[in-house]
């Protein structure tokens, strides 16, 4: 059996009297492309948080690539790449400034920091940019420089929130190939998006949290066997029959978190509300 | 496409990071940071002259008062320790240590709010790099060691070793020594305070406590006069400073600057000198333990904000929140015909919600008020005539509130995209703002009007009366005209205080200070003359006959603008998109 990449155990994160992560099981093999769904507020980002360092959990364990996260954090941290939700870059250096201080905080030596922060920048079509201050970019440039601070080092495990949001459909696209690149060559990656049909033609494996619990999870066609049983239950108890067809990522994603606590689907609003609208 | 050639490491292989690389790294980063921070885009033409004249403006002005604060305590410390030495007063110097720790901290405390809103780099940001604990902390120990309370604070205490060096040489070795770990232990209070109070600012409430304590502060040290002569024994003379020193003398030696100053006096009693040695050791131990306590946390990772805790405790179920009674109420009897248009109406309660959900604004329009009192109750100041007492309080009452007109939009950020979307005319967004601040000074000037008329030793002469009215309305309406243009062509939020740091130093934010500081003090200082005229040729009415034509040309020239505003900010509509909407 290997050792899988990301493994948490009964991982819980609670503010005050909030429970925002309750009782996570997650595991993710290594080199599986991994997607993590949730609608806004799941928990996705405090479990990203916790799966990278930055947020203690409350309790449970949390093993990346076999070692103890609380434990070694300064050996996994070096082994992983985060792109994270604020992407907390340093605005009043350059591009080229920041990857170099990026490569060197992991321990790259100074000609390798030199030659991926060069590659880096042409890969991200970021090069005639290098001297600009990273506070004057867009936001999509923005992101492809993170992108590219979180892989410099050569992580083994690779966590993105929402990398693809504002992001155009050309960047994206350099994001997407980098990705797969990565994938090939064995690297772990656990993506957070929103966007579905990305996540649903990238990921090889989802899981799907709601309201803090981990309410899905292996891959997409383990995902379409699940909802089926639920909307099966759903028959028995009058609601309309799953169609025949293979079923896309978002209808499954709405089928397992899309009912409000009634059981309407969200998407099916009672006629009655919002009927002002034109 | 370039390709990517890298190779991968591989996790197990991988030397330890030495920690040179790491600190080295890290020193680097604040370098190019402070660098990046100096080249500036040069601005062209007016706004290059503008930006020459507020710069030597600037630098006449602070020099010579950062030179003083420099200077006074350096220079006061080295004097004072060579005092205590050499006119056999050694006990003193556990005051004069104690004296500089309380104003190293207090400095470090009050520039806490000040470094949080220009700091350009967050180290709590470090935690996410392979970083180990000790590296952490030796990082946080070092980064901001550069800051005007720690070089004041270092250069204090190497005056006193050179002041006690002079009074005994001697004693030169054990007090550069001591004075070397009392720094160290300063330091590490330093950071212990500002690590806890990290903390605890994080919390809205605790923020607006805190503001309201250093305003406290503020206000209560107006009270102390240090020159009081205490006069418990007949025929004595002493300042109940001086008494308050030498009461709690045996109590300093319980104390950090206690156990310094005992190390140096004992220096030729090895034994009992190391005691005392030992004592100020643990204390910086203990000071930098604490302080290691806090980091922890934030290296294992803690949330700081409130955001999900205050989600926690709304109600899970949606809700929809029902209209405060009265605003409710006032806002319907608006619409359907009331004074104010609708849009007024909202954009007046917006501005109303947000003023009062703002605690640390409130105190800021409370604490001049304060302040008036404090004047007018003092001897110095009630003895000066009330004729100027009156205009002098009010010009300094609006001093705050007129500034602020000088910059409606920025605080609305990229919000201000609503209104420019909305089927809105921009002039009613305008007039609401300006009505908003027009009731502050309104409220402002009739509370500080008030207490000056009760606490006024001699009546208020009828003249200066209505000449301090009519010079309000010039002024306000003056401001509120040249605020209003100047809040249109540079709508990005700016603080005048700020304009010297890295985020706030532009071009545009240099020139919006240049002119606050020329229409708010020209006008200000225009009572001086007219005043002085006033009582030289024997006309109590002189000032009312000159600002009376002149508020009613400020109100002209309000409207005008009032007017235009509308076309004015359709046309600069390319500023906003790019000073508050980008993303």
Request: charge should be positive.
């Amino acid at each position: 059996m290997t050792t899988p990449a990301i493994d948490t155990t009964a991982l819980t994160r609670r503010f005050g009297d909030f429970i925002a992560v309750d009782n996570v099981n997650l595991r993710v093999e290594a080199g599986q492309f991994f997607g993590f769904l949730g609608p806004n507020g799941a928990g996705k980002s405090t479990t990203i948080k916790m799966l990278t360092g930055l947020l203690a959990p409350t309790s449970g364990s949390i093993r990346i690539l076999g070692g103890d996260l609380q434990a070694n954090s300064a050996e996994i941290k070096r082994q992983i790449g985060v792109v994270p939700e604020g992407l907390a870059l340093f605005g009043r250096l350059t591009a080229d400034e920041y990857l170099q201080f990026v490569g060197r905080m992991y321990g790259l030596d100074r000609a390798t920091t030199l030659s991926r922060t060069r590659e880096l920048l042409e890969f991200m079509q970021l090069a005639g940019e290098q001297k600009k201050l990273i506070t004057d970019f867009s936001h999509g440039m923005q992101k492809k420089l993170a992108l590219a601070a979180a892989v410099i080092h050569g992580p083994k495990v690779l966590f993105l929130d929402e990398p693809f949001e504002g992001v155009d459909a050309v960047a994206a696209g350099t994001l997407k190939a980098m990705l797969l690149r990565m994938i090939s060559r064995g690297v772990t990656i656990f993506l957070t998006s929103h966007v579905l049909e990305i996540v649903e033609r990238l990921c090889t494996h989802i899981a799907i949290i709601h309201r803090g619990r981990l309410v899905a999870q292996g891959s997409l066609d383990e995902l379409r066997a699940g909802a089926a049983r639920i909307a099966q239950a759903g028959i028995q108890e009058g609601g309309a029959p799953p169609s025949e067809e293979k079923r896309s990522l978002e209808q499954i994603f709405l089928e397992i978190v899309g009912a409000d606590r009634e059981g309407n689907p969200a998407a099916t609003a009672p006629e009655q509300e919002l009927s002002w609208l034109s | 496409m370039a390709e990517l050639t890298g190779p991968q490491s591989g996790p197990g292989s991988m030397p330890p990071i030495p920690a040179s690389v790491q600190l080295l790294a890290v020193a680097w980063l604040r370098w190019r940071i402070f660098v990046n921070g100096m080249n500036r885009k040069r601005p062209k033409g007016t706004r290059q002259v503008a930006g020459v004249v507020f710069a030597i403006l600037l630098r006449l002005i602070v020099w010579p008062m950062l030179a003083t604060l420099v200077v006074a305590p350096v220079a006061g410390s080295g004097f004072f320790a060579w005092m205590a030495i050499s006119h056999g007063h050694p006990q003193r110097l556990a005051s004069l240590l104690l004296g500089i720790t309380l104003l190293w901290q207090f400095v470090s405390i009050n520039g806490l709010s000040i470094a949080a809103t220009i700091q350009s780099f967050d180290p709590a940001s470090l935690v996410r790099f392979p970083l180990r604990f000790g590296r952490y902390f030796v990082l946080r120990s070092l980064l901001g060691l550069m800051t005007p309370s720690t070089i004041v604070g270092c250069l204090a205490l190497l005056a006193a070793a050179v002041g006690i060096c002079v009074a005994d040489a001697s004693l030169a070795l054990p007090a550069l020594v001591v004075m070397a770990v009392y720094a160290l232990m300063n330091i590490y209070l330093t950071r212990m305070i500002g690590a806890w109070m990290d903390r605890w600012l994080a919390n809205r409430r605790f923020r607006e406590i805190f503001s309201m304590l250093m305003a406290l502060f503020a206000v209560s040290i107006q009270f102390l006069n240090l020159h009081r002569i205490s006069t418990r024994a007949p025929g004595v003379r002493t300042s109940w400073l001086l008494n308050v020193l030498h009461s709690s003398g045996s109590y300093l030696y319980w104390l950090p600057s206690g156990f310094a100053a005992q190390t140096i006096l004992l220096a030729k009693h090895p034994l009992a000198a190391s005691v005392q040695f030992a004592g100020l050791l643990a204390s910086t131990a203990l000071f930098a333990a604490v302080f290691a306590i806090r980091l922890h946390k934030q290296f294992l990772g803690e949330y700081l904000s409130e955001g999900v805790s205050r989600r926690a405790q709304a109600p899970s179920a949606p809700r929809v929140k029902a209209p405060e009674p009265q605003f409710a109420a006032r806002s319907a009897s608006v619409a359907s015909g009331g004074i104010l248009s609708p849009v007024v109406a909202a954009c007046l309660r917006k501005e109303w919600l947000i003023l009062t959900s703002n605690g640390t604004q409130l105190i800021g329009l409370l604490t001049p008020l304060i302040f008036v009192v404090i004047f007018s109750m003092n001897r110095a100041f009630s003895s000066f005539s009330s004729k100027y007492f009156l205009p002098a309080a009010i010009a300094y009452v609006l001093i705050a509130a007129v500034s602020s007109l000088y910059n409606i939009f920025g605080a609305d950020g990229s919000g201000v995209q609503l209104y420019l979307l909305a089927p809105v005319r921009m002039l009613d967004v305008v007039l609401a703002k300006n009505l908003m601040s027009l009731a502050i000074i309104i409220v402002q000037v009739t509370v500080a009007w008030t207490i000056i008329c009760m606490l006024a030793r001699t009546p208020i002469p009828v003249s200066a009366q209505i000449s301090t009215v009519f010079w309000t309305i010039f002024v306000v309406a003056l401001n509120l005209s040249i605020g209003t243009l100047r809040s249109i062509q540079a709508p990005r939020k700016f603080v005048p205080g700020q304009s010297r740091s890295p985020r706030g130093a532009t071009p545009t934010n240099r020139t919006s200070s240049l002119l606050v500081l020329g229409v708010l003090f020209g006008t200000m200082l225009l009572q001086v003359p007219i005043g002085y005229a006033s009582s030289y040729f024997g006309v109590p009415w002189l000032a009312a006959w000159i600002f009376g034509p002149l508020a009613v040309a400020a109100v002209f020239a309000y409207a005008f603008m009032l007017r235009n505003a509308e076309r004015l900010i359709l046309a600069a509509r390319d500023v906003f998109a790019e000073e508050l909407c980008k993303a």
